[in-house]
């Protein structure tokens, strides 16, 4: 196969618009198929000369002079702090931080832990006793949530180091710049853009980009541009590099002992990148660079050489500079709080950060100003600039936050869908012997996984579930003996494929990243066992190096619901694999990666990703938890799919009306007709596909028995369409088994199966295998219908006897029953493991909804065995009726149809079958072969006028439909049992139920 390269174009463009250059466009074109993938190096930036990103035009200079001829010297010196404040304290902390507003200045605030909407009143309170407006800044390197309650997280810095395209960074700045002006937040401290060259970093890590000096330089712009381009000041953090340290500065100085070289090629690379692409805002941090400042002890904070003979001077930034948080170990071993602030401002910062005693500190400038000892032109420089971005982040037009509808504006639907692209993006699979992935071919698989560290229902094994049969092993302990292995090991059973994955991992390396040595071992043994092993990781990259003997290995950096959601949908193809390692690992370098296409099978995804509204879908919610209310459906599964993508995946009310037995994505349904498109067209598909059968070709041509009958002439083609002269339904059939007094004749059933009775009707009740050749008889004997055509031939009359007569055709040319056939030729190569007939017989302890309760034939409630009288005779298994299943299967064949027989890799139908099989071809009728059709012209209680003329389904009698449009990509799911616990209950028709929810989906496509 073609190697996959990874080309990355840089465009650079530098000419002024407003106060921000032009974006640097960078993209990631993938070329090729499947291999591992590395970076091309980035050529070093041609020098640029200092950009002035403060000035401004002459409207905003009348504004900071305006403001700045009234300020006070007490005023002007409060504009250097930035004070840390928190929203989830008492009051006496609020009036504190109202006075150091009110009566000592204070430029700005820094906001910690708390909550949005406790975050926006408090803004709006301190602001409102600010003389000249605050600035309020965030600790957001991920996002809001890093620092607030029920705020977004996005991906760490290390996870975003692994994507390849780096427009979807600056996607993912812009959005977090979005909800930070929601917010009344002006500054973001944020991008890391140190570069983690020491894995056993342990304050960096996972907040940097990686090891490589251009992907952290062009992710982070790409981050820096996002957060400006919605007026929030990114700044660069922590100038001159803190990614090779093995001490923490919030607890200790540590010391950086690099050459002048290395720091000057390495570490300064992406602050000088950034500064020369707009970068407004710089935070110093507290490390000890001996080699730009000898001065022992002292931290780059606080050195003038530092900050104004480096950062300033050679690097020419004319941003904003803040200190690193001014309360850390790093500053505060050796200096009281009064001399770190007075010396940070002495080497050229211009905001000091969550400083301590300000009071002290701001009287202490003031006296140095006084006495000569800091420059009045240095004051009034810095206040300037400081008022300069003020103006810039729109403070000269200050209002207070809205808080209507804070919580939904911050956590939006397309933010969420951004998230979950972010996290597709940077799965990263490690290895791949043998191309054991993308899992295929899964009839010959026998799955399990083992969830180290997760417990019970974990969204990783519920999400693997959806692609195949699994035996699921979850352990929130993690392995700690050979005893707790040997376990393991027994209740993996016969699997010949174990995905073992690691949760609650630790970042740190002294910890072995949370890896017991048990973890290992149980790797080894299942490999000695024959058994390929396939490990996730769901923490740090370091870790990798531990899993080296694994058949494939996958990266996925972090812990969230959105990213064990998303790997197993790499594992099976259903998502691509794209990501590349930020850093090196063992024996791999720094942007391997192995690369593969998706395989067309359905994802998981957000309505805006496919051009759909989540607020529009949601009304489904309402219609549905209405119509389980008003006793039309006792409950029903939903599931609307666009472009290959689930996008509205529920499940609503109980399994009875009575019943608190809430329906799930496992409760299977009688799915009645829909069998007719769900098993036996599919078989006549596939065996029209091989030939075996031809369309035009009588049916007495496979079936001698119809020879001389007065079904002899009628072709499959006429069967198909509904108008080969049969009549609707021969209700006699199974009636002629009931006795004449009431219940049924003895020598058809019994109460206990046997040789004798193997035929499964009901939970206690089993027939006789002769009353399904009895069944074929009777629809041989059944007469033909009267009805004719304008041109004289026989009528469109929907039929059960047509399918009937197709299962028997199925089942005579393939030479194995229906459901054998169907089984083993679609539903098991697929991964389906629910869907199909028969279910009491076929699962373990299958979850049911029932269906009506037979007082005319059965005597029981039907639970597991179909409901059709004429089905459940043949013990089940018919052409027009017995098929089982729920939505997320359903939607699965459905999608396979619509994607015109392939499905994870494998083709199943011919690319022409489909849409042969779908087109309407008779002129006696709207139908198409086997499948339903929109029929214009007239209304219908379950299909939406919007559906194309193109698009084909079904409906099931017991409360189903299942339909697809080819034009707009769509598959919609409905399962329910209206007809619990009688059809007599036809409200599902009378409401238009149905119709209801399928004009809501095609109200919420936009594009």
Same mark, same amino acid.
């Given at each position: 196969?073609?190697?996959?390269?990874?080309?990355?174009?840089?465009?650079?463009?530098?000419?002024?618009?407003?106060?921000?250059?032009?974006?640097?466009?960078?993209?990631?074109?993938?070329?090729?198929?499947?291999?591992?993938?590395?970076?091309?190096?980035?050529?070093?930036?041609?020098?640029?000369?200092?950009?002035?990103?403060?000035?401004?035009?002459?409207?905003?200079?009348?504004?900071?002079?305006?403001?700045?001829?009234?300020?006070?010297?007490?005023?002007?010196?409060?504009?250097?702090?930035?004070?840390?404040?928190?929203?989830?304290?008492?009051?006496?902390?609020?009036?504190?931080?109202?006075?150091? @507003?009110?009566?000592?200045?204070?430029?700005?605030?820094?906001?910690?832990?708390?909550?949005?909407?406790?975050?926006?009143?408090?803004?709006?309170?301190?602001?409102?006793?600010?003389?000249?407006?605050?600035?309020?800044?965030?600790?957001?390197?991920?996002?809001?949530?890093?620092?607030?309650?029920?705020?977004?997280?996005?991906?760490?810095?290390?996870?975003?180091?692994?994507?390849?395209?780096?427009?979807?960074? *600056?996607?993912?700045?812009?959005?977090?710049?979005?909800?930070?002006?929601?917010?009344?937040?002006?500054?973001?401290?944020?991008?890391?853009?140190?570069?983690?060259?020491?894995?056993?970093?342990? $304050?960096?890590?996972?907040?940097?980009?990686?090891?490589?000096?251009?992907?952290?330089?062009?992710?982070?712009?790409?981050?820096?541009?996002?957060?400006?381009?919605?007026?929030?000041?990114?700044?660069?953090?922590?100038?001159?590099?803190?990614?090779?340290?093995?001490?923490?500065?919030?607890?200790?100085?540590?010391?950086?002992?690099? /050459?002048?070289?290395?720091?000057?090629?390495?570490?300064?690379?992406?602050?000088?990148?950034?500064?020369?692409?707009?970068?407004?805002?710089?935070?110093?941090?507290?490390? *000890?660079?001996?080699?730009?400042?000898?001065?022992?002890?002292?931290?780059?904070?606080? /050195?003038?050489?530092?900050?104004?003979?480096?950062?300033?001077?050679?690097?020419?930034?004319?941003?904003?500079?803040?200190?690193?948080?001014?309360?850390?170990?790093?500053?505060?071993?050796?200096?009281?709080?009064?001399?770190?602030?007075?010396?940070?401002?002495?080497?050229?910062?211009?905001?000091?950060?969550?400083?301590?005693?300000?009071? #002290?500190?701001?009287?202490?400038?003031?006296?140095?100003?006084?006495?000569?000892?800091?420059?009045? #032109?240095?004051?009034?420089?810095?206040?300037?600039?400081?008022?300069?971005?003020?103006?810039?982040?729109?403070?000269?037009?200050?209002?207070?936050?809205?808080?209507?509808?804070?919580?939904?504006?911050?956590?939006?639907?397309?933010?969420?869908?951004?998230?979950?692209?972010?996290?597709?993006?940077?799965?990263?699979?490690?290895?791949?012997?043998?191309?054991?992935?993308?899992?295929?071919?899964?009839?010959?698989?026998?799955?399990?996984?083992?969830?180290?560290?997760?417990?019970?229902?974990?969204?990783?094994?519920?999400?693997?579930?959806? %692609?195949?049969?699994?035996?699921?092993?979850?352990?929130?302990?993690?392995?700690?003996?050979?005893?707790?292995?040997?376990?393991?090991?027994?209740?993996?059973?016969?699997?010949?494929?174990?995905?073992?994955?690691?949760?609650?991992?630790?970042?740190?390396?002294?910890?072995?990243?949370?890896?017991?040595?048990?973890?290992?071992?149980?790797?080894?043994?299942?490999?000695?066992?024959?058994?390929?092993?396939?490990?996730?990781?769901?923490?740090?990259?370091?870790?990798?190096?531990?899993?080296?003997?694994?058949?494939?290995?996958?990266?996925?950096?972090?812990?969230?619901?959105?990213?064990?959601?998303?790997?197993?949908?790499?594992?099976?193809?259903?998502?691509?694999?794209?990501?590349?390692?930020?850093?090196?690992?063992?024996?791999?370098?720094?942007?391997?990666?192995?690369?593969?296409?998706?395989?067309?099978?359905? /994802?998981?995804?957000?309505?805006?990703?496919?051009?759909?509204?989540?607020?529009?879908?949601?009304?489904?919610?309402?219609?549905?938890?209405?119509?389980?209310?008003?006793?039309?459906?006792?409950?029903?599964?939903?599931?609307?799919?666009?472009?290959?993508?689930?996008?509205?995946?529920?499940?609503?009310?109980?399994?009875?009306?009575?019943?608190?037995?809430? $329906?799930?994505?496992?409760?299977?349904?009688?799915?009645?007709? @829909?069998?007719?498109?769900?098993?036996?067209?599919?078989?006549?598909?596939?065996?029209?596909?091989?030939?075996?059968?031809?369309?035009?070709?009588?049916?007495?041509?496979?079936?001698?028995?119809?020879?001389?009958?007065?079904?002899?002439?009628?072709?499959?083609?006429?069967?198909?369409?509904?108008?080969?002269?049969?009549?609707?339904?021969?209700?006699?059939?199974?009636?002629? =088994?009931?006795?004449?007094?009431?219940?049924?004749?003895?020598?058809? %059933?019994?109460?206990?199966?046997?040789?004798?009775?193997?035929?499964?009707?009901?939970?206690?009740?089993?027939?006789?295998?002769?009353? &399904?050749?009895?069944?074929?008889?009777?629809?041989?004997?059944?007469?033909?219908?009267?009805?004719?055509?304008?041109?004289?031939?026989?009528?469109?009359?929907?039929?059960?006897?047509?399918?009937?007569?197709?299962?028997?055709?199925?089942?005579?040319?393939?030479?194995?029953?229906?459901?054998?056939?169907?089984?083993?030729?679609?539903?098991?190569?697929?991964?389906?493991?629910?869907?199909?007939?028969?279910?009491?017989?076929?699962?373990?302890?299958?979850?049911?909804?029932?269906?009506? &309760?037979?007082?005319?034939?059965?005597? =029981?409630?039907?639970?597991?065995?179909?409901?059709?009288?004429?089905?459940?005779?043949?013990?089940?298994?018919?052409?027009?009726?017995?098929?089982?299943?729920?939505?997320?299967?359903?939607?699965?064949?459905?999608?396979?149809?619509?994607?015109?027989?392939?499905?994870?890799?494998?083709?199943?139908?011919?690319?022409? =079958?489909?849409? %042969?099989?779908?087109?309407?071809?008779? =002129?006696?009728?709207?139908?198409?072969?086997?499948?339903?059709?929109?029929?214009?012209?007239?209304?219908?209680?379950?299909?939406?006028?919007?559906?194309?003329?193109?698009?084909?389904?079904?409906?099931?009698?017991?409360?189903?439909?299942?339909?697809?449009?080819?034009?707009?990509?769509? $598959?919609?799911?409905?399962?329910?049992?209206?007809?619990?616990?009688?059809?007599?209950?036809?409200?599902?028709?009378?409401?238009?139920?149905?119709?209801?929810?399928?004009?809501?989906? *095609?109200?919420?496509?936009?594009?």
């Amino acid at each position: 196969m073609k190697s996959k390269v990874v080309s990355l174009k840089l465009v650079i463009c530098l000419s002024a618009v407003g106060l921000l250059t032009a974006f640097s466009l960078i993209r990631a074109d993938l070329i090729g198929s499947r291999k591992s993938a590395s970076v091309a190096p980035i050529h070093a930036y041609a020098p640029h000369k200092p950009l002035d990103v403060l000035s401004l035009e002459k409207a905003g200079q009348q504004w900071v002079d305006s403001v700045f001829q009234t300020m006070t010297p007490e005023q002007k010196i409060g504009q250097f702090f930035m004070v840390a404040t928190f929203s989830n304290r008492d009051e006496h902390h609020y009036q504190y931080i109202e006075t150091l @507003v009110r009566d000592y200045h204070i430029g700005g605030l820094i906001f910690f832990q708390g909550g949005p909407y406790r975050q926006a009143v408090l803004t709006n309170r301190y602001q409102s006793k600010a003389k000249v407006p605050l600035l309020i800044g965030i600790d957001g390197e991920w996002g809001l949530g890093m620092r607030l309650d029920s705020a977004m997280d996005f991906p760490k810095q290390m996870t975003l180091g692994a994507i390849r395209d780096n427009e979807i960074i *600056y996607r993912m700045g812009l959005e977090i710049g979005r909800q930070c002006q929601r917010l009344g937040v002006h500054i973001n401290f944020a991008p890391v853009s140190d570069i983690n060259s020491n894995p056993a970093n342990p $304050v960096i890590g996972v907040r940097s980009f990686g090891e490589s000096k251009e992907n952290v330089a062009i992710k982070a712009s790409a981050y820096m541009r996002g957060l400006q381009a919605n007026r929030i000041i990114a700044t660069a953090k922590h100038f001159p590099g803190h990614g090779d340290t093995n001490a923490d500065s919030h607890h200790t100085l540590p010391t950086i002992s690099r /050459s002048s070289e290395q720091l000057r090629d390495v570490d300064l690379f992406p602050f000088r990148k950034l500064i020369a692409d707009s970068l407004m805002g710089v935070v110093t941090g507290h490390l *000890y660079v001996p080699v730009l400042d000898k001065t022992p002890a002292l931290a780059a904070t606080l /050195s003038e050489k530092v900050v104004t003979e480096l950062l300033k001077k050679e690097l020419g930034f004319r941003g904003l500079v803040f200190t690193d948080a001014l309360n850390m170990g790093g500053v505060t071993r050796s200096l009281r709080p009064v001399d770190v602030n007075m010396k940070a401002l002495m080497a050229g910062n211009d905001i000091l950060l969550y400083p301590e005693n300000v009071k #002290e500190a701001a009287r202490a400038i003031l006296e140095a100003v006084q006495q000569g000892q800091i420059s009045q #032109e240095l004051i009034d420089e810095r206040v300037k600039k400081i008022l300069r971005a003020k103006y810039w982040s729109g403070l000269n037009t200050y209002s207070p936050i809205a808080l209507a509808n804070l919580d939904k504006e911050l956590n939006s639907d397309e933010a969420n869908a951004l998230k979950r692209e972010l996290s597709a993006q940077a799965v990263t699979v490690v290895s791949n012997n043998q191309k054991v992935l993308p899992l295929s071919r899964l009839d010959t698989l026998k799955l399990a996984s083992v969830a180290i560290g997760a417990g019970v229902g974990n969204t990783f094994q519920k999400t693997l579930s959806f %692609y195949a049969p699994f035996n699921h092993v979850a352990l929130a302990e993690k392995p700690a003996s050979e005893a707790d292995v040997s376990d393991i090991l027994a209740r993996v059973g016969d699997a010949n494929v174990v995905l073992l994955s690691f949760h609650r991992m630790s970042q740190s390396a002294y910890r072995r990243y949370g890896i017991t040595k048990p973890s290992l071992d149980l790797i080894a043994r299942l490999k000695q066992q024959g058994k390929k092993v396939i490990v996730n990781v769901f923490g740090s990259p370091y870790s990798l190096s531990q899993f080296s003997n694994a058949d494939a290995l996958i990266c996925a950096y972090e812990d969230y619901p959105e990213m064990e959601q998303t790997v197993p949908q790499v594992l099976f193809g259903a998502l691509p694999a794209r990501g590349v390692l930020p850093v090196s690992t063992g024996s791999w370098r720094e942007t391997h990666g192995y690369a593969y296409d998706a395989t067309g099978r359905l /994802s998981m995804g957000s309505p805006e990703s496919v051009g759909m509204k989540t607020a529009v879908l949601a009304r489904i919610d309402d219609v549905t938890r209405g119509a389980v209310a008003n006793r039309v459906v006792p409950g029903c599964q939903i599931i609307v799919a666009r472009r290959g993508k689930i996008v509205y995946d529920k499940n609503f009310g109980t399994l009875t009306f009575n019943s608190n037995d809430k $329906v799930t994505d496992e409760t299977l349904y009688d799915l009645a007709s @829909v069998t007719k498109v769900m098993a036996t067209l599919q078989a006549v598909m596939m065996l029209y596909d091989r030939k075996a059968i031809d369309l035009n070709q009588k049916v007495s041509f496979y079936l001698p028995e119809l020879r001389g009958s007065n079904k002899q002439n009628i072709t499959i083609y006429d069967v198909l369409l509904h108008q080969a002269g049969l009549i609707s339904y021969y209700p006699s059939l199974w009636d002629r =088994t009931r006795a004449p007094g009431g219940g049924l004749k003895p020598e058809y %059933y019994s109460l206990k199966p046997d040789s004798a009775h193997p035929l499964q009707v009901a939970t206690t009740l089993w027939a006789t295998p002769a009353l &399904k050749d009895s069944v074929w008889k009777w629809v041989i004997k059944s007469p033909m219908a009267r009805q004719v055509d304008t041109d004289g031939k026989p009528a469109y009359i929907y039929s059960d006897l047509g399918f009937l007569t197709m299962q028997k055709l199925v089942e005579r040319v393939s030479g194995k029953s229906l459901d054998q056939f169907i089984e083993n030729e679609l539903y098991r190569p697929m991964g389906l493991k629910s869907v199909g007939f028969t279910p009491l017989l076929k699962l373990a302890n299958p979850k049911i909804a029932p269906t009506e &309760k037979d007082t005319y034939f059965r005597n =029981t409630l039907l639970v597991g065995t179909v409901h059709d009288q004429m089905a459940a005779v043949q013990g089940g298994v018919s052409g027009h009726a017995g098929l089982f299943g729920n939505a997320h299967e359903i939607a699965q064949l459905l999608q396979m149809n619509l994607q015109k027989g392939i499905y994870g890799g494998q083709r199943f139908l011919q690319s022409a =079958t489909v849409p %042969y099989f779908t087109q309407t071809l008779s =002129t006696r009728s709207h139908r198409a072969l086997g499948w339903d059709k929109p029929n214009p012209g007239h209304s219908s209680s379950y299909l939406s006028s919007q559906a194309s003329l193109r698009s084909f389904g079904h409906t099931g009698f017991t409360g189903n439909v299942i339909w697809a449009d080819p034009d707009e990509d769509l $598959v919609f799911v409905f399962l329910s049992n209206r007809i619990h616990p009688t059809a007599a209950n036809n409200s599902i028709n009378t409401t238009a139920l149905r119709k209801k929810i399928h004009d809501i989906i *095609y109200a919420a496509i936009t594009e």
